[in-house]
């Protein structure tokens, strides 16, 4: 069993920046694939950014490249998401989660999710 927690979410103004973060306890992260994904208020959750394994396969939703840089550090067991230039439609509750499949917009195939951190955009 791996949960996973999310941090670094909150009030943000328009045009700044986060940098969300996902630990693992219990169990590694090693051998797991990770993914963002986002929850808007009455809206589907949908993808944001993957990673695999090794770090060396990133893969985005187009509304957020060039925005958001997602890593991960094997070594602290964490996974990470660098927001930037936030905008207003980017205010949501940002979940990690982990699967060992690599399809990265298919969220049924991620077995392990987050309880989610709040990022809201102030314009």
């Known amino acids: 069993q791996v949960q996973l927690v999310e941090s670094g979410g909150g009030l943000v103004q328009a045009g700044g920046s986060l940098r969300l973060s996902c630990a693992a306890s219990k169990r590694t992260l090693s051998g797991y694939v990770m993914g963002w994904f986002r929850q808007a208020p009455g809206k589907e959750r949908e993808f944001v950014a993957s990673i695999s394994w090794s770090g060396g396969v990133t893969y985005y939703a187009d509304s957020v490249k060039g925005r958001f840089t997602i890593s991960r550090v094997h070594a602290k067991n964490t996974m990470y998401l660098q927001i930037n230039a936030l905008k207003s439609d980017d205010t949501a509750v940002y979940y990690c989660?982990?699967?060992?499949?690599?399809?990265?917009?298919?969220?049924?195939?991620?077995?392990?999710w987050g309880q989610g951190t709040q990022v809201t955009v102030s314009s």
């Open positions: 989660a982990a699967g060992t499949t690599w399809d990265p917009r298919r969220s049924d195939l991620y077995t392990y």
